[in-house]
Structure formats: structure tokens, C-alpha cells
């Protein structure tokens, strides 16, 4: 098993630009999420997944979008990138429910936004 | 919503001694406290977790305690080696949620003097 990748690893954007990050998880985990980190401030949820086709915001949702076409990806869209969103992203992956399971993260995106 | 805070942000002990961190959450309705190493470059992973009917958690060299009247749960390491150098985040759940509803902490540098 892979476990989550993402993709890139690193990306330079200019401000108004846009462009997706790529998640994908081969463990058949239904709930997905995405995460920023910035100095200080710990790990914060952008956008989750339950489920193919559901989609929910988290504590930071704006400037993003999410869909879920697959169990498998989970991909996130800047639509028009500003240099907030400097920042570490990462997708994590769990299966479903309220039972404790092992939440698995993702190696992580750093995007620079000029 | 809930709120997780962590100290101390950084944390430098000498190889062999012990580390402490303590996380301290807002909502009684929280049931679930894992605990996330994150290595240089990578992300975090899971390296211990408690529920909220129990007290303590031991892993070998790790070990976890909640205090649910204080609403704090605090990390321990004991003979601490050079590998244990790295980012350490606690979280918090609230009950009848998935991972979707994972609050984490700031986090905290924990360097391992040799």
C-alpha cells in the first residue's frame, strides 16, 4: 500500500493564479480531510469528506474548494491563489465513524504564493 | 466548537531524561486524545491515543494521561533519545464523530540535547 500521497511535493504560484492539489488514499478510507499548517498554529481543518460524493467545510474553508467523485481522491482547488494561503498542506485519510481509528496523513504540499 | 491549547511550545531535554507535554480541551463532550510525532519533512503519524474511560496509556517508552475533571491530558516520554527529536501535536474529538471532528493543538518542538 502507498497509504495517501499528494501532489506536488512543492509549488510556486502567483497571486490570482489557480491550481489543485492532488490527494489520493489506496486503504478504501471513506473519510478524508485537508489541512493547513502555519508556524504556531497547528494543523487546521480546511475541507472533510465522509463519503464519495459529500462534502463538508472545517475551520478554515475560504479561498477552496473540494469535491469527491471517488473514494480514492480528494483533490483541492485554489481558485484564485493569495499570499494567505502560503502555507504546508496536508490530506489525511481514516475509515468512517465514531470507532477510534488511526487517522493516516499524507507527506505534504508546500505552496508559496508570490 | 472545541479548543485544544498546547504547552510548551518548545521543549529541549537532555538524551535519557524525561519530556512532558500537556494539552488542556474545552468540551466535556470530547471522548478521543491522540497524540502526532511529525518528523522534518514529513507528516504527522500516530503514536498514541486515549479514550475518555480511561486514565493512562503506555506504549513502552510513552505514555498518555487524561484528567477528564481538569479537561487536560499530558504526554510523557521517559529516557529520551536523539530519534524522539521532533513536532508533537495533540488532538481532541468530540463523542458520536468521526476524524472529521479531530481539533489539534499548536504543537510542540521537542529537542533531545545528545
Known amino acids: 500500500n502507498a497509504g495517501v500521497t499528494q501532489t506536488p511535493k512543492f509549488q510556486v504560484l502567483k497571486t490570482g493564479q489557480s491550481m489543485t492539489l492532488q490527494c489520493a488514499q489506496d486503504m478504501n478510507h471513506e473519510y478524508m480531510s485537508w489541512y493547513r499548517q502555519d508556524p504556531g498554529m497547528g494543523l487546521r481543518l480546511i475541507h472533510y469528506s465522509v463519503g464519495a460524493g459529500i462534502t463538508d467545510q472545517g475551520e478554515v474553508p475560504n479561498g477552496y474548494n473540494v469535491s469527491r467523485s471517488t473514494t480514492e481522491d480528494f483533490p483541492l482547488r485554489l481558485l484564485s491563489a493569495a499570499p494567505s494561503q502560503t502555507s504546508v498542506y496536508f490530506c489525511?485519510?481514516?475509515?468512517?465513524?465514531?470507532?477510534?481509528?488511526?487517522?493516516?496523513f499524507g507527506p505534504g504540499t508546500r505552496l508559496t504564493v508570490l | 466548537g472545541e479548543n485544544v491549547e498546547q504547552h510548551p511550545s518548545t521543549l529541549s531535554v537532555q538524551e535519557g531524561d524525561s519530556a512532558v507535554i500537556k494539552c488542556t480541551y474545552s468540551d466535556s463532550a470530547s471522548n478521543y486524545f491522540p497524540w502526532y510525532k511529525q518528523e522534518l519533512g514529513k507528516g504527522p503519524q500516530l503514536i498514541i491515543d486515549?479514550?475518555?474511560?480511561?486514565g493512562e496509556k503506555k506504549d513502552q517508552r510513552i505514555a498518555v494521561t487524561l484528567n477528564k475533571t481538569a479537561k487536560h491530558f499530558s504526554l510523557h516520554i521517559t529516557e529520551t533519545q536523539p530519534e524522539d527529536s521532533a513536532v508533537y501535536f495533540c488532538a481532541a474529538r468530540l463523542s458520536n464523530f468521526g476524524n472529521e471532528k479531530l481539533t489539534f493543538g499548536t504543537g510542540t518542538r521537542l529537542t533531545i540535547i545528545p
Open positions: 486515549i479514550r475518555s474511560n480511561v
Open positions: 489525511a485519510s481514516s475509515s468512517g465513524g465514531p470507532s477510534y481509528n488511526e487517522q493516516f
